[in-house]
C-alpha cells in the first residue's frame, strides 16, 4: 500500500569548517570539493545504457515507521555528519536525508562510502535531488533554460535560474543524475522542483504552449519507469506544495497531487 507521506524530522545543519573525524572505521573529512557533474549529450548517453550489475537487496531497511533528519551536501561531508550518526544510534531516528543534487550533482566515492557506512547502522538512506531549479549548465548548455522575451537567460525573484521541463535533453540530465545516485546506494531518491518556476515575476518569460500539466505528467512517468527498469527496488518520493492537496488544477506551476501520486512511491 503506497504511503502518502512519511515522517521526517528537519533539523537545523550547521556546517562546520576544519579538521578530519573519525567514527569507527570511517573518516569523515571536513574539507572536500564535491565532483560537480557537467554532463555533455554523449556522456548522458553513456549513463543512459548503463546497467547495474547487482540489484540491492534492502529487505533489512523496512521499518514500521521512519524518522528521519535532514542533512545539506556540505553538512554530509563535515563533522556534523558524525553528530546525525550518533542522534540515530540514541534515538528513534533512523533515516538521513542527503541533498546531493542542486546546482550541480555531488556524487563521488567520499559519499559511496558514507553510504556504506549508514547502511551498516542500519540507517535507510535518501538523496535528495533538486530537479528543474538548477544553475549548474547555464554555461554548458544555455539553451536549456527559460528565457525572457529579448532572448536573454530569465530568472526568478530570488535569482535563480530554471531549466526548460519541455528540452527532453534536461530530462536526460535528471535522469543521468539520478541513475549515478542509484550507484552509490541510496535506498530512496527524493526529487524537489519538478515544477515550473513559482507565482512571482514570470510576467517576462517565455513559456511554450504546450500544457504544464501534462508537461510535468510527461516527464514524472518518463524519469520513474526509466529508474524502475534500471533498479526495481528503487524507492522514489517527490515533493509537493501542500497547497496541491486542497487544489483541482495545477496551480500555474505544472504539478497536481492526484496525477503525481500515481507515479511515486511517496509523496
Known amino acids: 500500500m ?9 533539523l537545523l545543519i550547521v556546517v562546520l569548517t576544519g579538521g ?7 573518516y ?8 560537480v557533474l557537467s554532463f555533455s549529450n554523449d556522456l548522458v548517453n553513456r549513463f543512459l545504457i548503463i546497467r ?13 515507521s521512519q524518522f528521519g533528519v535532514y542533512s545539506t551536501v556540505w553538512s554530509a561531508r563535515s563533522k556534523r555528519i558524525n553528530d546525525l550518526i550518533r542522534l540515530a544510534d ?16 555531488y556524487i563521488d566515492d567520499y559519499l559511496k562510502g558514507l553510504i556504506e557506512e549508514l547502511h551498516k547502522r542500519n540507517i535507510y538512506t535518501i538523496a535528495r535531488l533538486v530537479v528543474f531549479q538548477d544553475n549548474s549548465q ?10 525572457k522575451a529579448d532572448g536573454t537567460l530569465w530568472r526568478d525573484n530570488r535569482g535563480w535560474y530554471w531549466m526548460d521541463p519541455t528540452n527532453l535533453e534536461v530530462w536526460d540530465y535528471n535522469l543521468a543524475a539520478a541513475k549515478k545516485t542509484v550507484d552509490v ?45 534500471y533498479d526495481p527496488e528503487i524507492k522514489l518520493s517527490v515533493d509537493l506544495f501542500a497547497y496541491n492537496m486542497l487544489k483541482k488544477d495545477d496551480l ?3 504539478q497536481t497531487f492526484v496525477e503525481l501520486y500515481d507515479y511515486f512511491d511517496y509523496v
Open 2 to 10: 503506497k504511503l502518502y507521506s512519511f515522517s521526517i524530522l528537519f
Open 185 to 229: 546506494g541510496f535506498d530512496e531518491l527524493n526529487f524537489d522542483y519538478i515544477r515550473y518556476p513559482g507565482f512571482k515575476k514570470n510576467d517576462d518569460v517565455v513559456f511554450s504552449a504546450v500544457s504544464k500539466n501534462q508537461v510535468i505528467n510527461n516527464f514524472a512517468h518518463y524519469l520513474t519507469s526509466e529508474l524502475k527498469k
Open 28 to 35: 569523515f573529512l571536513k574539507k572536500i570539493t564535491a565532483s
Open 90 to 105: 540514541k534515538t528513534e531516528i533512523n533515516s538521513i536525508v542527503i541533498d546531493v543534487k542542486d546546482s550541480g550533482v
Open 252 to 254: 500555474g506551476i505544472g
Open 20 to 26: 578530519t573525524y573519525f567514527t569507527g572505521s570511517f
Open 52 to 64: 547495474p550489475i547487482e540489484v540491492k537487496n534492502r529487505n533489512h531497511l523496512k521499518f514500521e
Open 138 to 147: 547555464i554555461k554548458i548548455h544555455p539553451g536549456w533554460y527559460f528565457k
